[in-house]
């Protein structure tokens, strides 16, 4: 129900790819794709496997590097745009954008909390000379980092997992510490590759509310590439389809589940 | 023993006992709860301060004296602010266990008409939203119905467009900014309060039906507070971690009742699930809960000591042996011989001390156990490892507890000797009868009910029991489920229910025999996790619970078990034939109370093909079992389910 309210009036543009052409060698992952992600709002990612979709936010996060187009990232409503492509992923990361990956990520004998406080890394200024000696500004700006982490434990609802190794937590639990390790970097824009893949229906629904709540408490603009079509549907305001590296149709749920080129790229023609 | 029932006027009522501490002790601790990791506590005066402005806020939203107002969620501190801003304005509070379902929730409020909810979070709002209609349709005559509901944890809340739901700390800043027009006001009201005022209504467990609501004054509570201190007393600067549901009684008698009264600080866990883990951090000094609690700290030990090194278990079992030793002759004579003390310090110096640290109650002083039974085993272990557990008896009708052990005179099969100010005589039947200041008012919309509770100024509890040598009351179970076997013994099969749920595989057990039944039967549930780990240990594969159940490992460690509790029962007594239920019993499906309490004819009932099978010749039966899926779609499964026979040589 609270999904309507969202849409505030016309929303601004917080991600704008546009023909982005992405090759290895004579393959193209990526073929002039274009989208554009709105301020606050859930973008869906969907597609057949190999469409691309992982690719898509490997380029925005940095982590591949696009031979044409552009991708612009405007961080607040009245901001100018900076252009993502070229910039290390480091850099993606401090102009405000998270992500979790399709497969864990975390540092696996390392402590929920460790991996979270890890995830405020950098907005950390201390060096090593300050931190060895912990004392006045550092000590404070450590306490103000854990004050951070334990919002996002408290959002999260992991108050028990805060000092277990990462490792022995069950896969849906280790799902839901990289979206709060993603969290505590403070993101305005929080992509997601299949946050719930492999996770049973409890778990999902768990996680579609922590990302509904994500995005309407906190007002971060998500992008995520989910496969359960019904998770897609149910949570995002409007839905990107890649086939084959293009991006074959943009717009509401319904719009889309509609299109006719996105039926023919999911079931094949009747013939 | 009436100086105890002479309150003083000016601390009679539970919120002038508020008062009263915010004026001797404003600057200590009174709440403390965890929240991002920390423990952030409230001293006294800030309690007073929240309580007044709530209740001054509840008073601009409309709140009248005798109005009721309902509490649903989690322990928090919010949940005693608002029961005691509801009764320092003369109003009643009505606490609802916060896992009951949305038809549960609606049917209290609906009946006692509460006009105000005070509910944890989006969760309960939920299902208040989801009964809503029917709530919002059902005022009573005069016109009064459910009116605002108000959340403390807002989280999710923001976007409900719902115009009767409100934050709590709006609330606050409501009753904050009538401060300055009605200067004392609020204590105007405190002061009004009176000993015989209806301070809450307290549900009933309701093992047989829809729970009743338990009318419980003032004075009932106070004087509880009272006469509890006097047998063990408390003192301001310990610690009390209140994490069982105020809905309770117990909660309620401990937590708030003598809590206000003496003054120590309650701690509120972070979590349900962080519940042990900050027991731990805090480090009560005591502890009140049900059998349950108690006995699952007892099979947590017994399986990862199963699970721990050769050595260690070999230095856990010997210390145990010395342990047992040292604590019967405790119990028996005052002190164990030289030498038992000796080894026993030994003991405690490799294992107990870090067995108590590990489970969180190595400051215990004292421990109690209350609410139903608890197997004489486990009495034994937790006074083996040297925690001065103790039985308490009461019901919700007599604001908790009528009976208690003293701290020199412990016996197992005893709940012990009545509390000073209350009488305690056997009826007819046997049936332990009550008198005391702290008996009830009556059940809420309930004459009928009273009637039959209440004569003469005694409670009739509906338990049977007896006295020993020794004056110490004996509870056998419910009178209506006590029965005759056919040689003439009595038979209370909760005895033999709390033998069986020993063993850390067995998680509950309902026992049939007497009456129409020939011989002595029982369904068992086994504990999904503990078994789980010993099928593990041993490489036994299983999928689900159901399967689990009915592996022929499982139902040889069930039996092999039950072949033991035999040898101690008289023969008639014994159990002939048993099986594992595919399922775990659950409160939703209300086949146990919110208290965890088995409801035997409700299962009795439902489960009537198993019963007759255990009955019948056959060594198994199938049944069809229904399953609901989340989509809404459902499904027919069939499962055999084993029936076996455990030894019943003596």
């Known amino acids: ?271 | 023993m009436t100086e105890l029932l002479e309150l003083r006027p000016d601390a009679d009522t539970l919120p002038k006992l508020l008062l009263r501490n915010a004026r001797e002790r404003g600057d200590e601790a009174a709440l403390r709860e965890k929240e991002f990791g920390i423990w952030q506590s409230f001293t006294w005066a800030q309690y007073a301060e929240r309580v007044r402005n709530f209740a001054r806020g509840l008073v601009e939203l409309g709140l009248e004296r005798g109005d009721i107002v309902a509490v649903v969620g989690d322990n928090r501190p919010e949940w005693l602010i608002a029961q005691l801003a509801a009764q320092a304005v003369g109003a009643r509070s009505l606490g609802v266990y916060q896992d009951s379902v949305a038809s549960e929730v609606r049917y209290l409020i609906e009946f006692a008409g509460a006009r105000f909810v005070v509910a944890e979070d989006q969760e309960q709002v939920d299902k208040l939203l989801e009964v809503w209609d029917e709530l919002a349709g059902a005022a009573d005559g005069d016109g009064r119905g459910i009116e605002k509901v108000i959340y403390y944890d807002p989280r999710g809340l923001g976007s409900y467009p719902h115009d009767f739901l409100l934050d709590f700390s709006e609330v606050e800043k409501i009753g904050r900014s009538a401060t300055s027009s009605a200067e004392d006001d609020f204590e105007r009201w405190v002061e009004a309060t009176a000993a015989d005022d209806v301070a809450l209504l307290s549900t009933t467990s309701g093992t047989t039906g829809k729970p009743k609501l338990a009318m419980l004054s003032h004075r009932n509570l106070v004087t509880m507070a009272h006469s509890f201190q006097s047998v063990d007393p408390m003192q301001s600067d310990d610690e009390f971690v209140s994490f069982l549901p105020l809905a309770w009684i117990g909660e309620q008698m401990i937590g708030a009742a003598c809590g206000l009264l003496v003054g120590f600080t309650l701690n509120f866990p972070e979590e349900p699930e962080t519940v042990q883990h900050d027991i731990r951090e805090i480090g009560p000094h005591t502890m009140f809960s049900p059998p349950r609690i108690w006995e699952n700290m007892v099979s947590d030990v017994q399986v990862r000591i199963e699970d721990s090194s050769w050595l260690k278990r070999k230095v856990y079992e010997w210390a145990l042996g010395v342990g047992y030793r040292a604590a019967d002759a405790r119990l028996e004579h005052g002190a164990p011989p030289r030498f038992v003390a000796m080894l026993n310090g030994v003991a405690n110096a490799v294992c107990f001390f870090w067995l108590r640290d590990k489970l969180g109650v190595r400051r215990i002083r004292r421990a109690y156990t209350g609410g139903a039974a608890l197997g004489p085993d486990i009495f034994r272990f937790f006074h083996a490892i040297g925690v001065n557990l103790k039985q308490i008896y009461g019901q919700t009708e007599v604001s908790g507890i009528s009976v208690a052990h003293r701290d020199d005179d412990i016996k197992f099969q005893t709940v012990g000797t009545a509390v000073p100010g209350a009488e305690v005589r056997l009826g007819e039947g046997g049936e332990i009868l009550t008198r005391s200041a702290s008996v009830f008012l009556g059940y809420y919309k309930n004459e009928e009910a009273t009637e039959e509770a209440l004569r003469d100024g005694w409670l009739y509890s509906g338990d049977a029991g007896y006295m020993d040598d020794d004056g110490h009351l004996i509870v056998i179970d419910r009178k209506k489920d006590v029965m005759e076997l056919h040689d003439g013994t009595q038979f209370s099969p909760q005895f033999i229910e709390n033998k069986l749920k020993f063993s850390p595989y067995v998680k509950e057990a309902v026992v049939f025999g007497g009456g129409d039944y020939p011989f002595v039967t029982s369904l068992v549930t086994i504990d999904f996790a503990n078994a789980g780990k010993w099928a593990e240990r041993r490489q036994i594969p299983y999928t689900t619970f159901t399967d689990l159940a009915q592996k022929p490992e499982i139902y040889e460690l069930v039996l092999e078990h039950t072949a033991g509790i035999n040898g101690d029962l008289p023969e008639s007594a014994r159990i002939q034939r048993l099986l594992l239920l595919h399922k775990e019993l659950d409160a939703d499906d209300e086949e146990l109370t919110r208290t965890r309490k088995v409801r035997r004819r409700f299962i009795a009932d439902r489960y009537r093909l198993l019963v007759d099978a255990l009955y019948g010749g056959g060594d198994a039966v199938e049944i069809e079992n229904e399953i609901a899926y989340q989509d809404g779609t459902t499904a027919v499964l069939e499962t055999r389910l084993r029936i076996a026979q455990p030894a019943t040589a003596g």
């Open chain 1, 1 to 271: 129900m609270a999904q309507t309210q969202v849409q505030a009036p016309p929303a601004s543009t917080c991600l704008e790819v546009e023909g982005v052409t992405l090759s290895f060698g004579g393959v193209h992952a990526l073929d002039d794709v274009a989208l554009d992600v709105r301020h606050g709002e859930v973008f869906a990612i969907i597609g057949p496997n190999g469409a691309g979709k992982t690719s898509l936010l490997n380029s925005i996060s940095g982590l591949y590097r696009p031979q044409q187009g552009s991708i612009a990232y405007t961080p607040a409503p009245e901001a100018a745009p900076l252009p993502l492509i070229g910039r290390a992923p480091h850099k993606v990361a401090q102009v405000g954008i998270a992500r979790s990956f399709q497969n864990i990520e975390l540092f696996r004998g390392m402590t929920v909390l460790e991996n979270l406080m890890l995830g405020r890394h950098i907005h950390m200024r201390g060096n090593v000379l300050t931190c060895g000696l912990y004392w006045g500004p550092q000590r404070r700006e450590e306490i103000r980092h854990r004050a951070a982490v334990e919002d996002v434990i408290d959002f999260l609802e992991i108050e028990n997992l805060r000092h277990q190794a990462v490792g022995t937590l069950a896969y849906g639990l280790q799902k839901r510490v990289e979206l709060a390790r993603a969290l505590a970097l403070d993101p305005r824009l929080l992509l997601l590759d299949e946050p719930m893949a492999g996770m049973n229906v409890e778990e999902k629904e768990d996680m579609a509310r922590f990302i509904l709540d994500v995005n309407e408490e906190r007002g971060v603009t998500t992008v995520l590439i989910e496969h359960d079509m019904g998770v897609v549907m149910d949570l995002s305001d409007r839905v990107a389809v890649l086939d084959f590296g293009r991006s074959i149709a943009c717009g509401t749920p319904d719009e889309v589940r509609a299109d006719p080129a996105v039926i023919h790229a999911y079931l094949g023609d009747a013939e």
